[in-house]
């Protein structure tokens, strides 16, 4: 089960956390991830990262300004956001999957678990 939290309203330019706790399965054995979808639109990939050492993996549009991590200990993984923009406002879903492969981290059908979504909304 993945519990998201931490959206909210934050004006253009600002920061937010978002926190994705993962119970029932210790979450080092999982792919951690996350995807978002804006009003009218599909559900796109933002970020992804398998090891709590290694490098994370970005969409182009937040990359630079989003930050994903991961805590095994805690079984959460976070993702800092800063410099928001008001494209950015979206419901942000954290996904997990023990296999997905980097070149498929884009796709939401490789993904096995997903979380509720919190929302995210930037004022301009």
């Known amino acids: 089960q993945l519990q998201a939290s931490g959206g909210g309203l934050v004006q253009a330019g600002g920061s937010l956390s978002l926190s994705c706790v993962v119970s029932g399965r210790p979450m080092r054995t999982y792919v951690m991830g996350w995807f978002r979808q804006a009003p009218g639109k599909e559900r796109e990939f933002v970020a992804a990262?398998?090891?709590?050492?290694?490098?994370?993996n970005y969409a182009e549009t937040v990359k630079g300004r989003f930050t994903i991590s991961r805590d095994n200990a805690e079984n959460t993984v976070t993702l800092q956001m800063n410099s928001l923009r008001p494209e950015d406002t979206a419901v942000y879903y954290c996904?997990?999957?023990?296999?997905?492969?980097?070149?498929?981290?884009?796709?939401?059908?490789?993904?096995?678990?997903w979380g509720q979504g919190t929302l995210v909304t930037v004022s301009s």
């Open positions: 996904a997990a999957d023990p296999s997905v492969i980097t070149s498929s981290l884009p796709s939401q059908s490789a993904w096995r678990y």
């Open positions: 990262k398998k090891y709590v050492d290694g490098y994370g």
